[in-house]
């Protein structure tokens, strides 16, 4: 690990939907392989990385409970945290196959498949060089993992959330239905809130805004922006304290 980075420590806020092919569900091997891949190339640059994982390609608790008026709402959220758990188990795996090392960290206790989520911990692995993967969110109903993944980057002292997306960064409409759509690459954690941009969800962004946790929106698909996010290098759209009117232009793909 001698190559510098522009950034000491990391949290990758990694989407369920990441770990399926387009429009599928389930976990496809290929995808998970392709995310590891990247991970321990930029964990290579000498960065401590933590991940937050989603479960939305297996359930999303949220709206489980739409068609199923036989499960509570706080059980459907909770089934959506053993999900988690579930793609946890498959990134650790396809990490450790690529020769890293690796902690698979829960929210709610599991300790034949994983450590117990306790923070010394977790900071000590990373000071170690393990990329800790936490999964369970927050361990609690009702709080996305986006808000677990801006909890656990105050936690754990990281110098940025990035979440990890299938288009290039925050745009002003949804880019796959509105070709006009501008691709914005700086913002304002109040600009986010005023326009609802689909950054994260609001109590992520305001815990983020309280306490100065700058959050890197970026495409995950194209090969190497994980490496290029960790280096610092200028992608997707950086989203700070200091508030930006001007937005790229670059065509939505």
Known sequence: MTESTSY?????????ESFARAG??????DE??????????????????????????????????????????ATAHYMGMLATVINGLALQDALESL???????????????????????????????????LAAGTGSP???????????ALELGADILMKATRVDGVYSDDPEKNPHAVLYRELGYQQVREQNLRVM?????SQCMEHGMPILVFNYRRDGNIERAVAGERIGTIVGSRRSDEAATRPAP
């Open 99 to 133: 020769g890293a090392q690796t902690r698979l960290m829960t929210a709610i206790r599991m300790d034949g498949v994983a450590e117990p989520y306790i923070r010394r911990r977790a900071r000590r692995h990373l000071e170690k060089g393990r990329i800790v993967i």
């Open 201 to 205: 969800d609001a109590t992520a962004i």
């Open 24 to 29: 599928e569900r389930g976990i496809s091997m």
């Open 142 to 152: 009702y709080v996305t993992t986006d808000t677990a993944a801006a909890q656990r």
């Open 32 to 73: 998970v392989l392709h995310i590891a891949a990247q991970t321990v190339r930029a964990v290579s640059r000498g960065v401590e990385l933590a991940v937050v994982i989603g479960g939305g390609n297996i359930l999303r608790g949220a709206s489980f409970t739409a068609g199923n008026s036989g499960v509570q709402e």
């Open 8 to 16: 000491r420590r990391v949290l990758l806020k990694l989407s369920g």
